[in-house]
């Protein structure tokens, strides 16, 4: 990958490799990180006895290993297929494309502003790794807006490049709750008072990774949509949201409920 952290990885990391030639005894393979080549025996390829190791592993293949041992005078590695676990390869497979789509946006980026890619590597994604992780620092600039990176060191014009980048390439997965409060204010101007109460509360969530809407389902009905990153963080938006609205209309002289919708 273009910007490795290290030049060899360590004993235990799950690695990506590539099946380069299967042999009676094994499998070599090239590790597709860090640009080394290592070996998997037959023995460590399947618990089970193999009859063709062709059946488990062929030329070209994409396949998560785990690193058993490291001779770096020699330039050798012995990997493992059968010791990592489907959970270790579904996240290690996901971790891995994650980190070249981040890669990916980076050269987006060089292009975008004509700088070289060493250049925006060195200035903003170097920061932006050792801060948040370079995916989840993309993700961060979604959620949360340019001054996330701005605030670690990144120029400002770099850093507007990299947002804008970022929105149009990650899509963040957000969760939605939904709660109704019914509120009542028989005052002459109760409406004013009900709509107020929904803009205080609005303006009082500050979280800037959570969206608020609000629609009026049948008086003195009215929904409260909250979308954000998981479902712990809406509940508690949604809670807030909802006391606010609450108190701040019944404190004006009228009432007020709040429900959770499923």
Not at 44 to 54: A, G, K, L, Q
Not at 172 to 178: F, H
Request: charge should be positive; proline fraction near 2%; aromatic fraction near 6%.
């Amino acid at each position: 990958m273009a910007f490795r952290k290290q030049e060899w990885p360590e004993v235990g990391d799950l690695v990506i490799a590539t099946v380069e030639n299967v042999m009676d005894y094994g499998a070599y393979v090239k590790l597709d990180e860090y640009d080394k080549k290592g070996l998997l025996h037959i023995s460590e390829i399947s618990s089970s006895w193999i009859r063709n190791i062709r059946n488990f592993v062929r030329e070209g293949q994409k396949v998560v290993l785990k690193v058993l041992q490291i001779d770096t005078e020699k330039g050798h590695i012995d990997l493992s297929l059968r010791r990592v676990t489907k959970r270790e390869k579904i996240e290690k497979i996901m971790s891995w494309k994650r980190e070249r789509k981040a890669e990916a946006l980076l050269r987006s980026v060089a292009e975008k502003t004509g700088l070289p890619l060493e250049e925006v590597h060195e200035k903003a994604g170097a920061l932006i790794e050792k801060e948040y992780g370079l995916y989840a620092g993309f993700e961060k600039a979604v959620k949360e807006g340019v001054e996330v990176l701005t605030k670690i060191g990144v120029p400002d014009e770099l850093a507007a490049a990299l947002a804008e980048v970022a929105k149009e390439r990650i899509h963040v997965p957000m969760v939605k709750v939904n709660g109704i409060v019914e509120l009542r204010c028989m005052k002459p101007n109760g409406v004013k008072i009900i709509k107020e109460a929904f803009l205080k509360a609005k303006k009082a969530e500050k979280s800037r990774d959570a969206k608020l809407h609000f629609y009026v389902v049948a008086a003195p009905k009215y929904r409260i949509e909250v979308l954000a990153e998981n479902y712990k963080h809406a509940e508690a938006v949604l809670q807030r949201v909802a006391e606010n609205v609450v108190s701040s209309v019944i404190k004006a002289g009228g009432q007020g409920v709040f429900r959770r919708e499923k």
